[in-house]
């Protein structure tokens, strides 16, 4: 496996679900980052890890609860989320005090019913 | 709070025309970056802008970051069907805030 991986690549869940979202990169990076895109509205970054601490929480809602376990790693665990939390899910990463050069991963399209 | 303004939203255009969009800011950014995002894929960069009048080159792609340093163009040239995707600029301000614009939709007709 090369770059950034995420898996599921497509997850549909009701409101009373519990899932996780996974993420890995493979590029020696420590900086990891968990973004929302909607339709027709800028990329919304969500969470910021660098060398697994949490520095950023863009006022994101409890139901999302990221995890880091280590640099290569990422997971956003999801609980009681909403129709309007049905989004595509980007992780990304790069060196940490390089958030310019992020690489992505091809995401995980949410359904919430 | 920070809006990136891109333009044009969607563009429809013949297989080799040259395209041209655009991103402007309301303050001051210290980087620009451009990103390509295919179907079911995440965003690839394209090429980064770290200083004011700089003029970037990657195969047919040519990306400016302007004098203001509150806007930035990509240029395609002699366009081709796989240019089809959406086009991202992003940028980091003064304030070392990361944002995404909203995207051009490109189609290419062969």
């Known amino acids: 496996e090369t770059g950034v991986t995420q898996t599921p690549r497509h997850l549909v869940m009701g409101m009373t679900n519990k899932k996780s979202l996974k993420c890995e990169q493979h590029?020696?990076?420590?900086?990891m980052y968990w973004y929302k895109q909607s339709a027709k509205k800028p990329l919304e970054l969500m969470f910021v890890?660098?060398?697994?601490?949490?520095?950023e929480n863009n006022s994101v809602p409890s139901r999302f609860s990221p995890e880091c376990p280590n640099s290569s790693h990422l997971f956003l665990h999801l609980h009681t989320l909403q129709p309007e939390d049905s989004a595509l899910y980007l992780c990304?990463?790069?060196?940490?005090?390089?958030?310019?050069?992020?690489?992505f991963g091809p995401g995980t399209r949410l359904t919430v019913l | 709070g920070q809006q990136l303004n891109q333009s044009p939203q969607s563009m429809f255009i013949q297989e080799g025309e040259d395209v041209s969009m655009n991103c402007t800011s309301s303050s001051i950014f210290n980087t620009w970056l451009w990103y390509k995002q295919d179907p079911g894929e995440g965003p690839v960069l394209l090429i980064a802008?770290?200083?004011?009048?700089e003029l970037t080159s990657n195969g047919r792609l040519t990306a400016q970051f302007g004098i203001t340093r509150k806007d930035s163009f990509l240029n395609i040239s002699a366009s081709i069907p796989s240019d089809v995707g959406i086009y991202f600029c992003a940028g980091r301000n003064t304030g070392n805030q990361f944002y995404f614009g909203t995207g051009t939709s490109l189609t290419v007709i062969p």
């Open positions: 990304a990463s790069s060196q940490a005090g390089t958030v310019n050069e992020q690489f």
């Open positions: 802008l770290y200083k004011a009048g």
């Open positions: 590029l020696g990076h420590n900086a």
């Open positions: 890890y660098n060398f697994k601490e949490q520095t």
